[in-house]
């Protein structure tokens, strides 16, 4: 049998991304040892009786030692701090990376904590559900779906190329964008149509009295899948709105623009107009579907 990528990985949160991550690594024989450590002790119980990791506890910098990889998979929120408590324990030549959803705030939050000598790649796989907790987790997580990469100017290129590997080997198929680039995507493809979702939800649930009964009771696909999305993990949304402001505030100012030309169109009778938008969209539809990530 060949050696595997890593000696030693520790992931620092062990939610539906980090225990996907240990399925997918085990999965994929890419380390010797997998540990991780998680804020609960309740959290870290529930990694240990599905036997996610060799082992789960909640010292996060013990977990570290002798690391080879470290992968913090909390809440973007989390992710300075945890960097701040983790720093001194990570020994020389290990590559520190994240899942994070937003990229420029957590470079900005985990950077001044590591120490000389570390290799800081940050990534973000662009894999989830709308499930969290360790028993989300699941190994196909990552199959066929992409993971970005965001090295900064600074990143050892072996480390970068060992990474890449590494998220290759947990089936994903992997590209390089530099932060702020990343940020600005996936406010448009990802944090705006969460937005979106949790409005709709939410104005659907504020029609008052009988209204709201029948709502919920004749929920049609286009609510029912927007319910889906609004049913995903609050800390984790919260934190991304809040890490990635300006993106966000840019897009949906776009959006805002291109909503009132809807209505305009409607309250206007033109129809031509919203049947040019929908073929229009359509076709952005089954060029997804042709592109495999639909
Ligand atoms: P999750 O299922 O809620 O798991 C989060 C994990 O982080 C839990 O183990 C939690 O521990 C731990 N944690 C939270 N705050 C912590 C802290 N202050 N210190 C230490 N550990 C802490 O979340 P997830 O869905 O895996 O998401 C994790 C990251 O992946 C987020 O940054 C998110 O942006 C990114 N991401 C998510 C998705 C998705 O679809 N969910 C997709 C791609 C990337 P306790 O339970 O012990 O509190």
């Given at each position: 049998m060949s050696e595997p990528l890593f000696e030693k990985i520790a992931l620092i949160g062990i939610g539906l991304v980090g225990g996907s991550i240990a399925l997918a690594a085990r999965r994929g024989g890419l380390a010797r040892k997998i540990v991780a450590a998680t804020r609960s002790a309740e959290t870290a119980a529930t990694a240990n009786r599905l036997k996610l990791t060799d082992h789960c506890g909640t010292d996060l910098a013990a977990a570290c030692e002798g690391a080879d990889l470290v992968i913090v998979c909390t809440p973007v929120g989390a992710c300075g701090e945890v960097a701040r408590v983790i720093g001194p324990k990570l020994k020389a030549g290990c590559i520190v990376s994240d899942v994070g959803s937003v990229k420029q705030a957590v470079v900005a939050a985990m950077q001044p904590h590591l120490p000389p000598g570390v290799h800081f790649v940050p990534a973000h796989p662009v894999a989830g559900t709308e499930n969290s907790g360790p028993?989300?987790?699941?190994?196909?997580?990552?199959?066929g779906r992409w993971t970005i990469l965001t090295p900064?100017?600074?990143?050892?290129p072996a480390a970068v190329a060992k990474l890449e590997t590494f998220w290759k080997g947990l089936g994903s198929l992997v590209d390089k964008l530099d932060p702020a680039h990343h940020d600005r995507i996936l406010a448009i493809t990802s944090h705006l149509p969460h937005l979106i979702a949790y409005t709709i939800v939410g104005t659907a649930d504020d029609l008052g009295g009988h209204l709201n009964a029948e709502v919920l009771r004749f929920a049609a696909g286009g609510f029912r899948d927007f319910t889906r999305i609004a049913a995903s993990d609050p800390t984790m949304w919260r934190d991304v709105f809040m890490n990635n402001r300006e993106a966000v505030l840019e897009v949906l100012q776009r959006f805002q623009e291109d909503l009132f030309y809807l209505q305009r169109a409607i309250r206007w009778g033109e129809g031509d107009k919203l049947f040019e938008l929908f073929t229009r969209t359509r076709e952005i539809r089954r060029a997804l579907i042709h592109l495999n990530q639909a």
């Open positions: 028993e989300a987790g699941f190994a196909e997580l990552f199959d900064l100017p600074d990143s050892d």
